[in-house]
Each structure stands twice: as C-alpha cells, then as structure tokens.
C-alpha cells in the first residue's frame, strides 16, 4: 500500500536518535543537569549577529517579491557571482557565478550531486568512519556505497585499502574533512595522494572518477590545521558546502554546489545537477536565504566554543586514559572504545549518564563518537565519569 | 559519465521558460512597458506586512538556536498543533499536530507523498488541463502518469472518461483546485462524485486508492466558490499546501502534507512519508519560516488584486471574442485558442508581443493559458492587442 523501502527508511530510528530519545527521557528523570548528552551534532554556538542583522536589513532595504520570490533554479545571479567572488578571494580559486549551484544545505548539495551523476552499476567510495546517511542517499539514487576501511592512527587516508577499492565503475569518491565523526583534518599531503591516485585511475579507465567534497565543518578547523580547497589538487571535483555549522544555520538548510569550468564536461555535470535539483524537488534554495548569504560572504566563523570544549574534552579523556587522535576540526572526538564491542562499552557509560555513540554505525567498530557541540561546563562535569567509567575497564 | 535522464531534465527547456525568455529579450529591445508577458504563476500581491512583521519579532524574541536549529524531520511540534488548530477551526475538522508533515512548498509535499505511495507498477492519475511538473515527479519515483481527458465546458471532471481510466493499478488521483491552468474550481458536486466513484473502486479491487490534494491556490478563490476541504469527504485524502501563493512567498519553500487519522493505516502512511522526505534530502522544512506560518496561521490572503484581474482580463477577452471558462480562483484563464493549432495561436500573439502558453503543455491541446499575475494596468492595455488578435480569425 506504501512504498515498503521509504516506510522502513522513515521509521527505523538510528542509534543517535535512540540515544537521544533515552536521553530526553533521563533528563525528565533525574534532571536536565545530570545528563551528559554527547550524541547530536547540532551546533551550540550561536548564529551570529551580523546575520541576523543582514535578515532585518533586507526586510528593511528590499521589496518583498525580491526577496521572497522564487529563483532561477541554480539560484540568484548576483548571489552566486558574490559568493563565487569570496571563495576566490580566500582560495585562489577562479569561479564565477556560473560554478555555483545554490542548494537546501549540504545533504541536498551531496544528494544532488550523487543522483546527477549515477548510472546503472556505479559505485561511490566513502573512507571508514564515515557519516551514516551516506549510505542512505547513495542507494536511493541507485548507487553502490564502498567503504575504504579506517586507519585510526590519525584517521588520514589507508591508501592500499583504497587502491583495492577503486574500480572501473567508481563514479566518485566522497570526502569529508573535516570529518564527522573523527574530527581528522585531511592534509594537504593526503589530498595530493588521492588526486594522484584518482588520475591514475582515470588514465587506466578512460573515464572521469569525481570527487564528491563534502564541506560542512570547512570552517571549523584548529589552529595548525589547513583545510585543502580539493578543485585545485584534483579538476573533477564537485565542493558541496552548507552554513549549517559555519553560522548555526541548520535549520534553514542552505548551501551549494561549485562546478568547476575544469570539470570533465563542465555543461553536462552541472546540467545534471539541475535536473536532479527538480525531480528531488529542490526547487530554489530558500530565497532570503540567498540574499543573506550574501551579505555576510567572507565573515568569519566564531569556532572558539569549539577550539576551547575539544581541548577540554581531549586532555580530559587522555588523562582518564583514552587513546584519541587530538582535535583537529568539527566538534567531534572519536576515541578508541575501552572494549572491543563499542555498542556494550556504549551501554557502559550510560549507567553514568555519559550518552555516546558507537563506532559501528560510522562504519569503525571499536570506537566512538564524542560530540563536544554542549555547554563548556556539562564537558568539565562529564570529565570524572569518563574518568569512573575507565577505571571500570582496569 | 552523468545521470542522462538528469541531464535532459535539467537542460530541456519548458515551453513556459522558452516563453520568458523570448519576453526579456523583446522587452530590452521594444522597452519592458511594450512586453504583456502573461506567461508566469508569480504571485504577484506583495508579501503581507504581518508575514514581515512575524520574522521581526522572531528574530528579536527568540534564541537563535529556537530559530535557526534543526527541527525534527515532520517539523516543529508546536508549530503543526497551532496550524492544525487553524485548518479545524476553518474547515471543521479534527486534526492535531500529529497529522502534519512540514515540507518545502507543494513541490515537495506531492513529491514526497507520490514517493512515499509508489509501488512497482503504479498509476497516478491526473485530470487535464495539469501543472506539467506532474509528469515529471511521478515519473521520477517510477510512477505512471494517466491524463483524463479535459471537459472543457467548466474544466470540472468529465466522470465518463474518469471511470475508464480508474485501474486495479490506480494508487491515486491527484486534485489541483483552484485549478492551474483552467482557474476552475471544483464544486462540493465534483468532489462529493469524485470520493463515490473512488469508494466503489477501493471496495471494488480490495485496496485503497488515495487522493492526493494539491493546494497550493486554496486561498484564491473568488466569490461564490468555495473550496471544499477534501478529507471531509473522502478518508484516504493526502492534502498537501503551499504558503507559495497565499502569503506571496514561493522562494521561501514553505507548506505542508495533511495526513488524516482515517487514512488506509496512518502509521504506515506518515512512516512512508518521513522515509520519502528523507531521500529526496528535505532534512526538515526551512526553521525560521516554520515559525513565520505558525504565527501568521489563519491570517487572510489579499486576493483583491486577483480578482479585479481576473474580471478584468475574462471581460476583455470575452469582449474580444472569445471562449472562456469564468474566473473561479488561482489567478489563470484557459481560454480556447483561436485555431486548433495552440502552437501557432500561441507563436502569432507574439506578433503583439503577447506570450501566452500553449494548452498542450497542460495536456489540453486547443487551449491557451493566461496567468493574470501581473499588474492591472499591463492587462488594460493588452486587452486592444487581444481584439486586434482576434480580428485576424475574422
């Protein structure tokens, strides 16, 4: 009576929810205060002023069929020429409106990008620990999701594994740096290898392999960790970007595509693009949204909630005697579990209200994640469970 | 190397875009003021000063978390209560916040319940004249489009042929009313028919068979027409709505499914539901303007200006010669062109600078669309140019 995949893909709760929900629930328990909720990704810095500044000042500056009236599809011009204008400035890129396709935030830019270019058999690649919905939206459009096992020492690229896993029908391979739920930066050393291994693979198949980049944590990286902007290592690269994190945004789901002029076939990619934007019924990116994009292009990230809590949080799990690679961006930690069944060891730490989530559903059994988007105080609190919670492991 | 049914549907150009296109070209070259461009459904009444209001006060009450962060995927859960509220006192109804699902626009409500509904060899059924995109999204989740044949004496439902094209593959019909293109509204008649018909067919082949009730002009209807709400009359009713129209706000993206307690296993339904808008990338209905339509609920639209250019226009044309259906809501006519060819009525208004729309791009050949959006004084001085089109058939 009803598609069977969609009423199991819209009711099958995933771990994080579950956790989530168990959490609400133990909060009406035993208060608010004593619950360590370190499983949603959801940004705790404020949006910044100067945006909300720039809503009243359109409000006030513009007619409302100009601000709210649809878009061309790809979205406004002058937006995109704006916006094309600062990535060059702060990348050394040479975009123009014409490269950039407005999108509802990043998981519609990565969607639209993998039904554009997906064809009957084509596989694309994701490196372990990955972002779960992935796999959802890779086989919604009819795509294989292939999975390049972990390298947990730093969380860089296992570039044997990766050699194993491209094949000729490798449409693309996505990148997430910095990495939800790793928190790794890939360095520009990593970056250089991909492209060089990715050209070889297209010179041996006679067929373009993309780059899927997808940025939402761009503008959450550390200090002493640069973030590669991928379309000057690699031409076949389509950069998927949201403000849901760079100014608390997630909620109005807004970001976009660049389609680099260097691209195999620059009129056939992003014509795809514009096709699958319509039957996934994106029909413009919300519209005042645009505009306020605009007027705050190039203003910066205020990252030091994230910069101070990662720390706090690092330090504190070392020194209760975790194994985890240091902070480098986004808001996550992923450290090694203290048993190799990182769903028990999960189960473990919720006897002391500590809510994390295990590896296994990033695709990196044995460890978990850490979401350190919380209050600065609830991190200080949580640290002598973490601390209890080890000593159980001893 | 990409998607080829994504390319062509995102590179074809619609007759309606062709149209355009041609009018910003001719009005750079004879002056905008010379162009009667009756070719787009823009709303063209300026956003109501309490929609802007709303978002002031938002901004300036709220935590910008409130605003800006993500919602859960059906949509803020105070929100749905207060518009659900609002339907009930309007139409009578029962439903809670439970029974709504927030989405981008009607775009993505009926895409969204098309998905959600779709097995392998389905049928979706829709009534000539039709919104063009109908064809696109039902085919895009592996439906098949059936047309009904128009009745054009009031571009009601012509149940003869309804019935022939009723099969034990039908999964729904889908209601536009008002009506893009014809303007016509459905009477308590047409939708009271339309639900029997349906009843005996359900009982007829053992399964249900849903109407998908695309809305997005409800509050535009004029005088002396009402437009029933179709739950009220039929159980297995999806009613998907749209702020695109009646706040004047279609860039925002911005509506709404209804999913009844009495439909055919509503937990099925409402599960499908979440699992279509996850795929199709709606990670929720954009926040800020969640909270807009919530505060905004029940206030009227100012349809006043529809209406004096629906007379306006109707007179002009029947003055003129021709055949017409009377202005009953949206903001079109679907007058019967002038020769049988609608391309070549269409192609010789030109000759006026008139753009119209061919009826065959509506599934009604013979036709022509006029979208009287657009400013009363435009339609005056257009209406000499139709008489003078006209003569030309004399």
């Known amino acids: ?111 639209i990008s993998f039904k554009a270019l997906c064809e009957a058999g084509d596989e694309f690649i994701a490196f372990a620990p990955f972002f779960p919905e992935y796999r959802c939206f890779v086989e919604s459009v009819g795509g294989k999701l292939v999975v390049v096992p972990p390298q947990p020492k730093d969380f860089q690229i296992d570039f044997g594994a ?89 909620g109005e789901r807004i970001g976009y595509i660049v389609v680099p002029d260097e691209i195999a076939d620059f009129g056939r990619v992003y014509g795809a693009i514009a096709g699958a934007a319509r039957v996934l019924t994106h029909v413009n990116a919300p519209s005042l949204w645009q505009l306020v994009i605009a007027r705050c292009a190039g203003r910066p990230s205020d990252i030091r909630t994230y910069v101070k809590n990662g720390r706090l949080l690092y330090q504190g799990l070392i020194d209760a005697g975790f194994e985890c690679v240091k902070p480098q961006g986004a808001f996550y930690l992923f450290p090694k579990a203290l048993e190799p069944d990182d769903y028990a060891f999960c189960e473990r730490a919720k006897k002391y209200d500590l809510l994390l989530v295990p590896g296994t ?21 949580s640290l002598p469970l973490f601390k209890k919670l080890a000593a159980e492991y001893r």
């Open 361 to 381: 559903d990033f695709g990196c059994p044995g460890y978990f994640r850490v979401a350190y988007c919380i209050k600065t105080e609830t991190i200080e609190r």
């Open 1 to 111: 009576m009803v598609a069977e995949k969609m009423y199991e893909l819209g009711t099958k709760k995933s771990t994080i929810r579950t956790i989530f929900e168990f959490g609400r629930k133990r909060a009406a328990e035993v208060g608010e205060e004593n619950i360590f909720d370190f499983s949603l990704g959801n940004p705790n810095v404020p949006t910044p002023e100067f945006v909300k500044q720039a809503v009243v000042d359109i409000l006030s500056e513009m007619e409302p069929s100009a601000i709210h009236g649809y878009t061309i599809a790809p979205g406004n011009p002058e937006v995109r020429e704006i916006l094309a204008k600062s990535i060059n400035e702060r990348f050394g890129t040479q975009f123009s409106g014409k490269n950039l396709f407005l999108t509802a935030g990043a998981a519609a830019a990565i969607t």
């Open 162 to 250: 990766f050699g194993k896993c491209v094949t000729p029908h490798t449409k693309a391979v996505i990148v997430n740096s910095p990495n939800n739920p790793s928190g790794a930066v890939y360095s520009e050393e990593t970056i250089r290898e991909l492209a060089s291994v990715l050209q070889a693979k297209e010179k041996e198949y006679g067929h373009p392999i993309f780059i899927i980049s997808d940025e939402p944590y761009r503008e959450i990286a550390f200090e002493g960790y640069t973030v590669p902007y991928v379309t000057k290592y690699y031409a076949n690269t389509l950069v998927c970007y949201s403000y849901s994190k760079s100014f608390s945004l997630p």
